[in-house]
């Protein structure tokens, strides 16, 4: 299966901004999702899962009550809705799909990526 994480651009500091993950060549419901980010200069850090079929969402501290990870069967894709944008969450935004149920904090559990889209928060 081939990812294409999308959505990304410039937003002030309170704002939103919604990415979504499209598939191809395969179904993207038989995967486990995962957003991850990278900062300039930081280490890739995990975001937002959501598994397989059911869709049962697990978000990272810094993230939970401001983004929300959601599926979308009929469109193949998996959307991350961001609210409340801090300049800390400024980041190069990667999806990731594994061959488990749940997914999994650490992006070595992740067998496809896509190519990330850059989130530029603004203060």
């Known amino acids: 299966v081939q990812l294409q994480a999308s959505g990304g651009g410039l937003v002030q500091a309170g704002g939103s901004l919604r990415l979504s993950c499209a598939a191809s060549g395969g179904t993207l419901s038989n995967y486990a999702v995962g957003w991850f980010r990278q900062a300039p200069g930081k280490e890739r850090e995990f975001v937002a899962r959501?598994?397989?079929?059911?869709?049962?969402?697990f978000y990272a501290d810094s993230v939970k009550g401001r983004f929300t990870i959601s599926r979308d069967n009929v469109k193949n894709t998996v959307a991350l809705q961001m609210n409340s944008l801090k300049p800390e969450d400024t980041a190069v935004y990667y999806c990731?799909?594994?061959?488990?149920?749940?997914?999994?904090?650490?992006?070595?559990?992740?067998?496809?990526w896509g190519q990330g889209t850059l989130v530029t928060v603004s203060s």
């Open positions: 959501i598994s397989r079929i059911v869709g049962s969402p």
């Open positions: 990731a799909g594994a061959n488990m149920y749940r997914g999994s904090q650490y992006a070595t559990a992740y067998d496809y």
